[in-house]
């Protein structure tokens, strides 16, 4: 079985880590998660787009992406299967360096031929204009048989395609609905979003048989 996996917010605690990170000095912020409503920060907490960007270009410079913590469980869920994974991220492609530095930090298994970065660089940003749809296109051209998402967005556009999509509980993707979405966890409790999601998992391996 081919799964699509995220990185940010699926094996990644990201946002809830900028939450507490711009929430300490020097930017003294006082921002709580369950208030992150859009998936895009500036949207979500009403800060103009350019200064969120030198924010969040700040603390990445000092080193964030590297300090961002695995989420409770992920691993040892992948490393169960031998399903053929494909790590797919709307990150920069100026940071592929970092994100695998990240993931073998984290000891998560990858091949680096099936790790995609469709975001600022990539050769599918110049051909696709939507951020939602380049996954939806790696998705059909890689012929998954489902991906594990957080963006509503991106899990709308996949669904669409008739590729079923577990999307992990977030309230930035809380309006989201389509036959072909499964939602799993809560984001007060993360060890559950990986432990609901091995169960969709067998559910889905159990219908390609």
Known sequence: MK?????DNVLAATHESVVKR??????GLNLNIGDWKSYYF????????????????????DGFLMEIPAMPVGRYVLDRYSFERYLITARAV???????EWLLKNQIKYSAKNLFFVGSGSKLEREISSEHL?????????????????????????AKLGIPVILFNYPWNERVSHPNIFRVGHWKDKCSYWKETENTLNLFASKIK
Not at 22 to 27: A, D, G, I, V
């Open 94 to 100: 100026s940071q592929t360096g970092i994100t695998m």
């Open 3 to 7: 799964v699509g996996i995220d990185i």
């Open 22 to 27: 711009l929430n300490l000095q020097p930017f």
């Open 134 to 158: 380049r996954k939806a296109y790696l998705a059909r051209h890689l012929g998954l048989h489902c991906l594990i998402e957080d963006c509503g967005e991106i899990a709308l556009e996949v």
């Open 42 to 61: 500036w949207e979500a907490f009403g800060i103009p787009k350019e200064k969120a960007e030198d924010m969040f270009n700040q603390i990445i410079s």
